[in-house]
């Protein structure tokens, strides 16, 4: 009878099945055959790493494979339909990186071209993809990306990388409108292919790049219910509502953080005429590359009741790395750690992210870039 109920039971729950074994080391979920132009060497199959990931009760870990006379085959697990990059390495050198692409249960071949990042893979998600009007959308705006880049770079060498204020203006302008076209891109996806997790993927990669939009939510609400009910459409629907908790004109939650320098558990200080809160952790190298360009901003503008709070949010383990950090930039504001990240990401923040708030705690800004940050306060502050 006992052997009966266990056979019934993982009948049932194929997943809890592929977990369990996954643990014992012999089951995979999904096979993944690929050619490249390339004779040798080595490949990576990276997942997108987010901090939400320890939700789920299995972490989705990278694969290898080395490649022969331009082929490679990855078998692996992955708990629902996932977003990898695919690396290509010679010499133990990473020669080559595509973008993100969505691998899914069972069997599927994947091309990758040195040069093109966007590679051709034949599941059901991607091949749905590569036929909707967003992809092409989106194939223009990679080009016009690229002339960006590339003019962008034209203008630094030619002003020797001190470019005059209204070359400045133009780039900003450009930028900003491939930055509106792509998020119009991405409304446009969810209501093409609204039972695809490809818009699902693609809606989570730019929240986590761009923060909290107004819109996520209504964006998310087109999605199919199979989506929107999946386990990952929980996870990006639980993290769009927290971060709406920290929306444009909302008063900043009130929580008690680790003083790093006295040692003491506190309440932010928000009795600045404006505060910047910075979240960040100690694995983020533009986390870190940031501190100087915050010391430069708090140093002008410290005399004019301008203030920064840094939150670093990571394992408690990791304390000795940050002391480490900190030592070396000696930063002129106060450090606050959030172990294992429970207040952040009760407030759905990913890093890295900056918070603006007024006097009265009340959040005027909620932007990830410490540039665009830097600019709206200059403003304010002035």
Request: hydrophobic share 35%; net charge positive.
């Amino acid at each position: 009878m006992k052997l009966i109920l266990t056979i019934l039971l993982l009948s049932t729950s194929p997943f809890l099945l592929a977990q369990s074994n996954l643990k014992g080391g012999f089951i995979k979920n999904f096979t993944f055959n690929g050619t490249i132009d390339v004779y040798k060497g080595h490949v990576k199959l990276i997942p997108y790493s987010f901090s939400a990931e320890k939700e789920d009760s299995i972490k989705v870990v990278s694969y290898q494979s080395n490649i022969v006379k331009g082929q490679f085959k990855i078998q692996g697990f992955i708990p629902y339909p996932y977003s990898f990059a695919l690396e290509y390495f010679d010499n133990n050198m990473l020669k080559y990186k595509s973008e993100f692409f969505i691998v899914e249960l069972g069997d599927q071949n994947g091309t990758f071209t040195i040069g093109r990042s966007i590679p051709s893979i034949n599941n059901k998600v991607m091949g749905e993809y590569y036929k909707s009007e967003s992809f092409k959308k989106y194939s223009r705006l990679k080009r016009d990306y690229h002339w960006l880049s590339t003019y962008s770079d034209s203008l630094f060498k030619a002003y020797k990388r001190v470019l005059p204020n209204d070359a400045k203006e133009e780039l900003k302008a450009i930028r900003a409108n491939y930055k509106e076209r792509n998020h119009r891109l991405l409304i446009d996806l969810c209501l093409e292919l609204p039972n695809s997790y490809i818009s699902l993927w693609k809606l989570f990669d730019e929240f986590r790049q761009n923060g909290f939009k107004d819109d996520y939510d209504a964006t998310f609400f087109e999605l199919s219910t199979h989506i929107k009910q999946s386990k990952f459409g929980g996870i990006v629907k639980s993290m769009i509502d927290k971060s709406n908790t920290i929306g444009q004109g909302k008063k900043m939650p009130s929580y008690t953080y680790k003083n790093v320098k006295f040692s003491t558990i506190d309440s932010l200080k928000l009795d600045h005429k404006y505060t910047l809160i910075q979240f960040w952790n100690t694995s983020c190298g533009t986390c870190i590359a940031s501190i100087p360009k915050m010391q430069e901003l708090y140093n002008k503008h410290s005399d004019k009741g301008f203030n920064i709070v840094s939150i670093c949010y990571d394992e408690k383990d990791r304390m000795t790395v940050l002391n480490r950090i900190l030592s070396r930039y000696q930063p002129s504001w106060n450090e606050y750690f959030d172990e294992n990240g429970v207040n952040s990401k009760s407030l759905g923040i990913t890093y890295p992210r900056y918070i603006i708030l007024d006097n009265s705690g009340v959040i005027i800004d909620n932007r990830s870039s410490i540039e665009t940050a830097k600019k709206l306060l200059e403003t304010k502050v002035e």
